[in-house]
């Protein structure tokens, strides 16, 4: 419930913030959605991570660059325990050297319904326990035909689909079932883009 009650909180700052730009620039959503969101994001993901904390260690599935890599960041500061995977060899290597020894880092692909169980046991294994999954990994399907709905080919759909809606059924799923043998709960972020609210206005 904690976890429901912070993604609740969330969406509707993001939102009051997103409404009160496009209010000011009705005739540019896509701008006004992006300065929304800009202008709250990092707030937002500060004190969702100072609460994610509480439970520890945290898993981060797709954490080795960008939002995912800075939440990493913040949630080590404030003393969580880190195991955090990425599909790209360099951005894992990089990641490794941002986040020190105390972390773990591996490669691993979001999209591989191993992954998520591994980057669980690495937290077991390394920490003791599992108590918190962040998941930010997901991707453009552009490159595999991607695109609008009348020129999406099946590539397109499938990648799209096993980036962004698999890969999240596979880490939430890993996630859930360590909680339900243990008997006990434990906190579960999903990390979604802007697209989703205001789509690319050629798409």
């Not at 599935?61 to 939002?67: F, N, Q, S």
């Not at 969580?80 to 990089?94: H, L, Q, T, Y």
């Not at 490794?96 to 490669?107: C, E, N, Q």
Request: a neutral charge; glycine letters at 12%; proline letters at 4%.
């Amino acid at each position: 419930m904690l976890a429901v009650g912070m993604l609740v909180d969330n969406a509707v700052v993001v939102t009051e913030s997103v409404f009160k730009h496009r209010q000011r620039m009705p005739d540019r959503p896509l701008e006004a959605t992006l300065a929304g969101v800009r202008e709250v994001g990092v707030a937002t993901l500060a004190g969702t991570a100072t609460s994610v904390v509480v439970f520890l260690p945290i898993v981060f599935i797709g954490g080795t660059t960008g939002l995912g890599l800075s939440a990493a960041k913040a949630c080590l500061r404030a003393g969580a325990s880190i195991v955090v995977c990425g599909r790209n060899a360099d951005s894992v290597n990089a990641a490794k050297t941002a986040l020190g020894p105390s972390s773990r880092v591996f490669v691993g692909d979001a999209a591989d319904p191993t992954t998520a169980d591994t980057a669980i046991q690495l937290a077991i294994d390394s920490f003791g326990r599992f108590d918190a999954l962040y998941h930010v990994a997901g991707g453009s399907g552009r490159a595999a035909g991607d695109g609008p709905l009348h020129d999406v080919s099946d590539a397109g759909v499938e990648v799209t689909l096993r980036l962004n809606l698999a890969s999240l059924i596979y880490s939430n799923r890993a996630a859930v079932r360590v909680f339900l043998a243990r008997a006990s709960g434990g906190s579960v972020l999903n990390m979604g883009s802007v697209l989703g609210y205001s789509p690319s206005p050629q798409f």
